[in-house]
């Protein structure tokens, strides 16, 4: 274990080029390792539940790469990430923690402000909303306040000087949300404090000051790491500094630019560190969307110079080379500081190991990168990561993939709505919210789950459906059940409609108000009958029942009403808040990643896809509640915040030894524009570079993939015609037969002999051989004589010259 050390923060920096998890791991376990202990007494403060089997994946390799059979893992601690809805570790969530109140439940707090903004808009004279579009205002709601609780900022901050001063000066629709704002949010505090509880995010910055004060008064005699973490929240930011500050505490954090100048360190912006005491901690000039703002956001709140970052200098097993970094840090340098790039020579300009990949639609992308993927897992041990924050491109990719049996799962899930069960039940709710329309109807009685369990009983409801739905087509018929039940007798399927209509009879007829509950109940019933326990047996039937069961059991105790023709909507929504993940199971070596969980990942080669405007980055979600000048004003980082990680991701995904940047030029919904980071890589490639860097081997595959080969050309048959003077040979008649019966399996030579037969017969007719005479020459050859039993030809004819 480390010694003791110096007063003074001890903070490093792994650079992008080193990999993060194994440059990390080959670190730790020199440092850190003890006999008979191994690396039990360490423990790790990871940002998330995959970065903490990231570092597991790269403390195996490591051992295998060193030749040991074992090693005793150290402690993992997740943090937390906001982003993926996940809690804290029991290290610092422990069960003793009776002093720091409950948190509340996200969905009775998503319901019970639906119920707030419904009554504050009565009082304050405004419309109603709709059921769907008050509950996503709620949800909206939900999400602005625990922005502002990350960051510290309550209710009462909602009426500070500084924030009432910005809001004279923006427009009156702004006016109106951040009052009806700060009326539901204190509402929402009363009733928090009447039942005990707080946030989540309250209660995330509690336990933090809980655990730093704790580790401050008196340090673990163990040594602690805080590895990846990344989020500028001043309550962690505050634990961080207190690790850093141990006597066996380390910060490590990832792609910090320590090789960036002053001049452009300072271009960045105030990053959370105010001009004067009391001033604003954020400009308007803030380079937010810098990759490395959210870093020096964190070091200032911190309290840790840049200047006392150390490097750290261990490398990890996919590590490429140092002047990767240099790229890197030049490619995404401030707008002042990128004219640097005029003065710089080729060789600094070159991205050695940077291909880019341009495609002219969507799934000729997904195609080409699939087929990239399948020609390196011809090299053992070759790990590859696909990198997109488009979800639809990772499904495209999986699919194609799948032709070659590389099942590679999208690790960042799907929405719920998009699996089997969340799709049944959105169609269920269709037909509650619409009436029984007739393509709904079809796709619902056609669903993969209806009666998938028997495949028989499948067979015989399909064949009803199909008649049914045959004699569907054409006009539309009237609405209502009847013309469905006389199209059903037409087509001859009376019967099977009269099931059929029994299991869709609990959707006719809904209210025009009905209970939150009481809906989810009816339609869990529906879908029941419709699939039976196969509705739920999977990933995405555990998901959508555990989301049901939430959320009738809030909608229940709150009274929650909504409109019934909005139940497929608000059921939509509900979905798309859902990430369903795959379970392990796919290929070893290849992985595909949302942004999240990319961060700390590794691989020999990643293929950054989707590098478009709108994908990557993401366009900033537009605040509808609390303006840029009120955000501001608060102290709280803009929209653009976002943008910066997303860059930052980019960054670390550069860092491996082969990178691919590949974009489409026009997506399913037209032409894309280029990403602005891929634009930065082609403006500091320059024309000449860029060419050179361009993908050109697979592109050129992708023509020959799934397209048919045009047939050959015709061969010429053989026509030999030699000349005069070669044909001027003697000829036995006995020959023609001989050759013939030896070429019988030759049909060419066979042919050709055939085309010559006429000018041998004219030699033979002036020598005075006739075909009688040829004739009777062969029968007494091949032919047994006249009184002898019936025999077959021993050649090519049958009994008694007949053909065989």
Known sequence: MAEPRRTGPLVYSIAAHRGFADALVAGLVPRYREPGFGLARLTLLVPSSRAAR??????????????????????????????????LGTALDPLGAADIPPACDPVRRWLALDRLIAEERVSEGMEPLPGRARLNLAREMARAMDRLLVEEKGAADLLSEPVLNSVSGVASHWERAIRLFARVNVRWQSELDARGE????????????????????APPPFPIVAAGVTSASPALARLLKVVADMPHGAVVLPDLDLAMDDAAWDELGRAGAADEPGGAVFGADDALSHPQYHLKLLLNRMGVNRAEVQQWHRRGIAAAEPARSRAISSLFLPPRASRSWAALKPDQRRLAGVRLLTSATIEIEAQAIALMVRERLEQPEQRIAIVTADRGLARRVVQHLARWNIMADDSAGQPLALTPAGRLLGLLAEIAAHGADPGNLVAAFGHPLVRGSDGEARQAWLTGLRAF???????????????????????????????????????ADWP??????????????????????????????????????????HAEALGTVIESADIAGILRDAMDEVAVRPGYGGHPRVAIYGLLEARMARADWVICAGLNEGSWPQPPAADPLLAPAILRALGVPGAEFRIGLSAHDLAGAMGAPQVVLSRA???????????????????????????????????ALLPHLDRERGRAVAYPRPAPDP?????????????????????????????????????????????????????????????????SPPNRCTRCFGRYGSRA
């Not at 059979?69 to 601690?77: D, E, N, T, Y």
């Not at 019933?525 to 739920?536: D, I, K, N, R």
């Not at 050759?739 to 037969?757: F, M």
């Open 54 to 87: 990231t570092l597991s994946e790269a403390f195996i390799r490591h051992a295998g790469e060193m030749g040991e059979s074992g090693l005793l893992m150290p402690r993992m601690i997740a943090v937390g990430d906001l982003d993926l809805d996940e809690k």
């Open 469 to 507: 739905d045959r004699q569907l087509r054409g006009p539309s018929p009237a609405p209502g059940m009847e013309p469905l039940r006389k199209a059903a007798a037409k087509a001859g399927a009376a019967a099977w409609w009269a099931e059929a209509e029994g299991l869709i009879a609990p959707l």
């Open 198 to 217: 707080v946030d989540a995010a309250t209660r995330r910055n509690l336990l933090f000051d809980r655990a730093a004060r704790r580790w401050r008064e």
């Open 723 to 787: 000349a005069p003077a070669l044909r001027n040979v003697p000829i036995k008649v006995t020959a023609l037969d001989r050759l013939l019966g030896r070429c019988s399996r030759s049909p060419l030579i066979r042919s050709a002999i055939r085309r010559c037969a006429g000018r041998w017969f004219m030699i033979f007719w002036k020598n005075g051989i006739t075909p009688a005479w040829l004739t009777r020459r062969w029968r007494l050859r091949h032919l047994p004589p006249r009184s």
């Open 512 to 553: 025009e108000q009905i209970g939150l509950a009481d809906a989810l109940g009816n339609l869990a019933a529906v879908c029941e009958a419709f699939a039976g326990p196969s509705a739920w047996e999977r990933e995405d039937g555990r998901a959508l029942g555990t989301m049901i069961e939430e959320l009738r059991g």
């Open 665 to 699: 030029l026009r997506d399913a919904e037209g032409p894309t524009l280029p990403s602005r980071f891929r634009l930065r890589v082609e403006a500091l490639l320059g024309d000449d570079l860029a060419r050179e860097h361009c993908e050109n081997a697979i592109p």
